[in-house]
């Protein structure tokens, strides 16, 4: 049996975990519960889910009688993982590190604290834990060789029930994929302006729009367009940060990207610090 089991939720988010594994340098399968997970990504096996993908509380214990046997278990480090990685942790009384984004050794990590400021170096004392990825910080894969595929079998959900789901169409790109972002914050006063000013420009560049958190709890911005700390993590080629001063808990969501536009009248804004 391989050594890693990795958990993705979409197809997305097998690259960059298959590029965690490949850094470990050990054997790996694959669980898409997506489906859809790619043969091409070095994984000794691919097991894919079909259907709607269950709530955390009903995937837990599938997933941990799936990980029996595997050394490490390696979840994205979004806000589908930070609900499931650690509930696994706690069913399998395993330590767990968290937004993984460098490997220094196979129990040695670095992940970022203190929204950022820090970088930590963690030491696993354990043969076996849980590690969640932060897919921005693992681009590079090698590709090659087409792995087993089966079927991966969903729990039937748990105590909590999908009543609906609720979705906005739109043709832009999944915000932690683009290679463009145009952010906004709250002086865009309303969501009529947001969608003209940044959706608009977005739109313009082939990019994804994005939002502070104080654009979202005001309601001018869609909660699932927030980057920061409690949003998503991004690090595309160009950033575009339109009438955002620079919370820290905002710039650890976007502080990796390449190249940095700040739009903004106070010259003292804390965004243009990076």
């Known amino acids: 049996m391989a050594a890693i089991l990795l958990v993705a939720f979409v197809a997305s988010d097998c690259e960059p975990l298959a590029s965690f594994a490949q850094k470990m340098r050990t054997a790996y399968d694959l669980i898409c519960?997506?489906?859809?997970?790619?043969?091409?990504?070095?994984?000794?096996?691919?097991?894919?889910?079909?259907g709607p993908i269950p709530p955390a509380d009903a995937l837990a214990e599938s997933i941990a009688a799936a990980a029996a046997g595997y050394s490490v278990i390696a979840?994205?480090?979004?806000?589908?993982?930070?609900?499931?990685?650690?509930?696994?942790?706690?069913?399998?009384?395993?330590p767990m590190v968290s937004d993984v984004m460098s490997v220094e050794s196979p129990k040695s990590f670095l992940r970022p604290m203190f929204a950022g400021n820090v970088t930590a170096k963690v030491e696993?004392?354990?043969?076996?834990?849980?590690?969640?990825?932060?897919a921005t910080a693992f681009q590079s894969v090698n590709r090659g060789g087409s792995s087993a595929a089966s079927a991966f079998a969903m729990p039937s959900e748990g105590a909590t029930k999908r009543v609906s789901v609720d979705e906005k169409a739109g043709g832009?790109?999944?915000?932690?994929?683009?290679?463009?972002?145009v952010s906004g914050g709250r002086p865009l006063k309303d969501a009529e302006t947001f969608e003209k000013l940044i959706g608009?420009?977005?739109?313009?560049?082939?990019?994804a729009a994005g939002a502070t958190r104080a654009a979202v709890d005001s309601g001018i911005a869609a909660n699932e367009l927030q980057v920061g700390q409690t949003g998503k993590i991004v690090a595309p080629?160009?950033?575009?940060?339109?009438?955002?001063?620079?919370?820290?808990?905002?710039?650890a969501g976007m502080k990796d990207s390449k190249v940095i536009v700040a739009i903004n009248t106070d010259d003292d804004a804390p965004i243009f610090e990076i």
């Open 75 to 94: 979840f994205p480090a979004t806000m589908a993982g930070k609900d499931l990685a650690p509930r696994v942790a706690a069913l399998l009384d395993l």
């Open 237 to 251: 080629e160009l950033y575009i940060a339109a009438g955002i001063s620079g919370s820290t808990q905002h710039m």
């Open 124 to 134: 696993v004392d354990s043969e076996r834990f849980i590690v969640s990825v932060r």
């Open 172 to 181: 832009r790109p999944d915000l932690t994929q683009a290679r463009v972002v």
């Open 33 to 50: 519960l997506g489906g859809d997970g790619p043969q091409d990504l070095g994984a000794e096996r691919v097991m894919n889910g079909s």
């Open 200 to 207: 608009g420009l977005a739109d313009a560049l082939g990019g």
